[in-house]
């Protein structure tokens, strides 16, 4: 489900951000590292609502760096 619509979808369909053991936050391009996760749709405007409402914080249950969510909509310019 992705944090920013709330919308159901295929994992494999959804961008995973993921927390390391060592509170490293990163997003996982493959899907397998280890850690507590989150999804969110290749869509700029679902990472907008997701910075909005504070969505990456409350899923990972730690402070997130504004940072994350300029990766994130780099990732989706890029493709």
Same mark, same amino acid.
């Given at each position: 489900?992705?944090?920013?619509?709330?919308?159901? +979808?295929?994992?494999?369909?959804?961008?995973? !951000?993921?927390?390391?053991?060592?509170?490293? &936050? %990163?997003?996982?391009? #493959? *899907? +397998?590292?280890?850690?507590?996760?989150?999804? !969110?749709?290749?869509?700029?405007?679902?990472? &907008? %609502?997701?910075?909005? #409402? *504070?969505?990456?914080?409350?899923?990972?249950?730690?402070?997130?760096?504004?940072?994350?969510?300029?990766?994130?909509?780099?990732?989706?310019?890029?493709?």
């Amino acid at each position: 489900m992705c944090i920013g619509c709330m919308t159901k +979808n295929d994992k494999y369909k959804l961008i995973r !951000i993921v927390k390391n053991s060592d509170n490293t &936050i %990163k997003v996982d391009n #493959k *899907n +397998n590292s280890d850690g507590r996760g989150a999804y !969110i749709c290749e869509k700029e405007e679902c990472v &907008i %609502k997701a910075k909005k #409402k *504070n969505a990456l914080r409350r899923a990972l249950k730690c402070d997130v760096d504004d940072k994350i969510y300029d990766v994130l909509l780099e990732e989706i310019k890029n493709g």
